[in-house]
């Protein structure tokens, strides 16, 4: 394997179970049905009816770093929302020291934008600039999910050379430094605690000046908050959960009171205190947690008696594309993987590799376990439109799981993800991406409630968001998501079995090419 390239540059810049209880538009025989669990509901010849047409953003104009520096500037002074970096804020104040951590396979002008803005609050900022790493930024969209999973295979290799030759980028050598140096803040990259399984950083989404450019950086937080808060009240009181998706998905479990005991603190048992922005701690129940990435399920938390059981199926995730996969739960843990190409068979060998290891808090050996659904709730979130053209852009595909509707589903373990990697086993979780998904949940009170149907999330459509959108424009226009990919057989004329499960990558390409056509023969970066 090769040895990752990392270089590190700091330089000073002073002054810088049940289900039967819903109804389906198509009946609900039609879920329940029409065959195995994994069955692809997208339609053969063309669009499902009730899916949301495509829809591509348009690309901002960015002539120079400082067309960039106002949205920069909103990120560096906004406050952190929640305890998350979905949708982050730096909350950086005048003249405080800053150590600004930045990978080597960002768009150089983005990394100039942020350090100008805080140099317009007389920062001290002290740039520390890393390598990409191994099997970062393939332009090849069909290695992108396999090499992710590589990368965690190869992680126990990877630690022994580290231990004999430190490379000096791991979370403890990082809170050392900024101990020492006494920085006020640390951002732009977030490494994860081996002792408390917390984030130290906070995180930088925006890889390309056209990310940095867009609309979604300057959306209004109130609107964002709204939307959280009204998907939350019904997340808080679900205690049955079934969700479906056209490209195969079909799952349910229960929403015990447990779960929100161990969020709270107050389990007798599972004492954690999260992981990663997921903070847990009294209170932390009754908000959201965390923003544009809602727990449709428990974050991380598996009980005894966890019972997510069904099938999680698609052709996406927030490390790439890939052929169908198919991935069974039963007792809340993987039964088998079905297909996805060398991304399933890479799974395969992952649940091997892990098999053995028991991750605490968890109920059994193995990385094994459904332990996320998350949801986006920012409306205006897009992937970029040259994420196939270019290295750095790449970096944006996982973007899109922050988009209102979307789900991405998380299937290992959670919650000792920096305890396995400080001592050289295989951890993590992998993920399958849900971009037309219906959730479903019937609440304590007997209520059902529908939180996303086809897509949509229903919280753009409820009148106290509208009302909170109509104090900064047109609500049609503010909560119209900017970025709906096409797929044939759901959203679009087409086949999905034939013409989509394959090949995936190669669809969305000619999509996008479609959208921007010449627009991605400019290249103004790698």
Known sequence: ?????????????????????????????????????????????????????????????????????????????????????????????????????????????????????????????????????????????????????????????QKKREDQAPLFSDAQWLMDLAQKRGYDKVVGATYRSPETEADIGYGLDWVTREMLASPAVTYPYEIVYEVDKKTWEKVRQAQEVHITDPEGSDYRFTWFDEYWQVVEGSHPKIKVSGSGSHVYGPGRSEVPLISSHLMGYPQGIVLERSNAEGVVAGCHSTEGLFPHIKVFLKNNAIERVEGGGDYGRLWGDYLVATSKITYPTYPGPGSKFLIETALGTHPKVAVPHNVFESRIARRGWSYQRNRTGIF???????????????????????????????????????????????????????????????????????????????????????????DYAQNPAAWQQKAHRRAYGSLLDKKLYP
């Open 1 to 157: 394997m090769t040895r990752r390239v990392l270089f590190i540059l700091i330089v000073s810049v002073t002054a810088i179970g049940l289900g039967f209880w819903f109804d389906h538009p198509q009946g609900w025989t039609h879920w329940m049905t029409a065959g195995q669990p994994g069955w692809v509901s997208a339609g053969p010849a063309g669009p499902l009816p009730g899916y949301p047409k495509p829809r591509y953003p348009a690309v901002p104009q960015v002539n120079s770093v400082d067309d960039l520096v106002p949205n920069a500037k909103v990120i560096v002074t906004r406050n952190m929302p929640y305890s998350g970096n979905q949708f982050p804020g730096w909350e950086i104040k005048e003249g405080e020291t800053v150590l600004f951590v930045v990978s080597s396979s960002l768009d150089p002008w983005v990394v100039d934008a942020f350090v100008q803005a805080m140099r317009d609050l007389n920062c001290r900022v002290d740039l520390l600039v890393q390598g990409a790493g191994i099997g970062r930024g393939q332009v090849n969209p069909d290695d992108w999910a396999p090499s992710s999973m590589r990368r965690k295979l190869e992680w126990p290799e």
């Open 408 to 498: 991405h589903v998380g299937l290992g373990q959670h919650l000792a993800t920096a305890w396995a990697e400080h001592r050289g086993l295989v951890g993590g979780h992998n993920h399958i991406n849900m971009w037309f998904s219906t959730y479903r949940i019937k609440m304590k009170n007997g209520q059902e409630a529908l939180t996303v149907d086809k897509g949509r999330l229903t919280a753009l459509d409820d009148p106290e968001v509208r009302q909170v959108a109509s104090r900064f424009g047109n609500p049609d226009e503010l909560l119209q998501e900017a970025w709906i990919p096409e797929v044939p057989g759901i959203n679009a004329e087409g086949d999905y079995l034939k």
